[in-house]
């Protein structure tokens, strides 16, 4: 069976006043029977990693690299040595942005991998793509294309439209998405690929949590805007404890 995952990625918010937010998370992480993981911004990943308990602490980005001359950036191994045990990457944040493409993902994945992280791959289609039917085959096609070769990753749909929007798939949508990629990860990885955790993302609220847990193929949330307070992120981790 998959881990069911409760993800927090706070972006680009956040300041050392709101350590007190990831204490709070972590001390419910503690008695939840669920893995919780919160990615911070990079500079309050080693303070955030030293709160944290069984709270597992994430990046949301790396380089491809190792190291090197590349200004402003990350390495995975950096991550990991602020205490990092995972990695988002290909968030269409990046792939929007910053023109990530699935190459660069797959890469950086790998990187990850090396370094000992376990990256939380993001794919998700534009509201153009879902009106044009083609949903499925984007985020098929983003799949395939940045997986790295091992099946020690995490997989988040996060169609662009519902990301910090209100709007959410219907259940119908969300379980179409998540049966195809559930069946794609057995068609390359086998029996590991059953075992890979499958989250969905895109305006996950307290309100809308329970419904989205009953899904099948649901393995939990990669949540943005309400994982910054605790008081909005414990109800979801209790929600997905009691799906
Ligand atoms: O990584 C998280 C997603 O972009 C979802 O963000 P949101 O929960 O604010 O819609």
Known sequence: MPQKIAAGNWKMN??????????????????????????????LLHRAAKLAGPLAIGGQNCHHAPSGAFTGDISAAQLADCGASYVILGHSERR???????????????????????????????????????????????????????AQVIIAYEP???????????VAEITEVHDA??????AIFGAAGQEISILYGGSVKPSNAQEIFAITHVN????????????????????????
Do not use: N
Request: charged share 15%; aromatic share 2%; proline share 6%.
């Open 96 to 150: 929007e942005g910053y023109g990530e493409s699935d190459s660069l993902v797959r890469a950086k994945a790998q990187a990850a991998l090396q370094s000992g992280l376990t990256p939380i791959i993001c794919l998700g289609e534009s509201q153009e793509q879902r009106a044009a039917g083609q949903a499925l085959e984007v985020v098929l096609a983003q799949l395939s294309g940045s997986l790295p070769d091992d």
């Open 181 to 186: 990629l559930r069946a794609q990860l057995h």
């Open 220 to 243: 939990g949330a990669l949540v943005g805007g309400a994982s910054l307070k605790a008081e909005d992120f414990l109800p979801i981790m209790r929600s997905l404890a009691e799906s």
């Open 160 to 170: 662009i439209w519902a990301i910090g929007t209100g709007l959410v798939p219907t």
């Open 14 to 43: 956040g300041t050392q006043a709101s350590l007190s937010e990831i204490q709070a998370i972590a001390e419910a992480a503690q008695e939840s029977p669920c893995s919780t993981i919160l990615c911070p911004p990079a500079h």
